[in-house]
């Protein structure tokens, strides 16, 4: 039998500068960074771009649905210099080259900024790389967006011969943070490692606008943003040991939310140094490779997604009126036929 594959799930969180959020500019900016073939992310040998992507309406209603599907594609040329010679038992200098290009498939929910993401082939671009990818377009799509607005008259007029220029500062550079998104069982099943946790670290990200009807995270939004804050973190330290039962019982609001960064040092049942992140107990779905290949692919990784969603296993944050607006004006816009 092959290997099993799985999903993953992640929050990705897209901000312009300290004040706008991925939906400010989803018209202008961020679905033409994702749709638009020609664009791509170069370095060395390596192209990094996103295949045959469509936005689509995976649910009914007003307020539908939508996501951006497609593959993500890591394109690169391997090199080697030698190989071991099995016959003579030797090394053996041969250089050559061999032309790869592994990939993942992706669904991006544009309304709760939620990523689906599958790892289709050996070598798959992972969510750090898609991260990185996703920025450096959305960097070339407000750059071409600035230079459409700087050559309107109104725009020219407001701003006068440093029209770009006032422009770059009021549309401010993307960032791309993703966080995969855990559950209260794999967090739970990754504590009981800990004989001893002695460090917990929880870093706050800031939001997609979202609302988040937890009292503790808006609490602790209001306070940050009263402070004048751009992020903010808790720490907790013990040589001696925390609490694992109180950790695990005060972090169960967060971990399913994708809002932190967590990372936890201690000593397991054996004595030795034990760490982890949100990597180390990302929440994984086992899947049918063929039905994210095909051309129900998006379909079959929604279906997952609500799956997951409906066990409790993922926390969705409310949608506000603001956000509904913004939603309502990209069906209109793209998928009104």
Partial sequence: MGQTKYLEFANLHCRFGEDKVLLDYAEEIVI?????PT??????SNRNFFYNTKLLRLTPGDVPEIGVFGRYIKDTVLERDQRYDRDKNRLVRDHDELESSPSSVFLFLLNTHRLIYFKETRFAPGLGEFALTLEKLLNIKREEYISELAQETFVRAKYGRAVKSELRTEIGKPSIEIIPLSSKATFSSFLKKFERLTNLDVKFVPTNDEYDPDSFFRDFEEQKDRLGSSSSSISHRN?????????????????DRGNTRMSMKGVDYQGDKIKGNNKQFALKYPVDQENIGSSAG???MHSKFQDAVSKGYISLPSLTDKIKEKLKRIVDKYLSN
């Fill in 32 to 36: 033409p960074a994702l749709l638009d």
């Fill in 39 to 44: 664009i791509e992310r170069k370095y060395g």
């Fill in 239 to 255: 040589k001696g040991g925390l609490s694992i039962d109180a950790v695990r019982d005060d972090m169960k609001t967060v971990v």
């Fill in 298 to 300: 998006a379909s079959y």
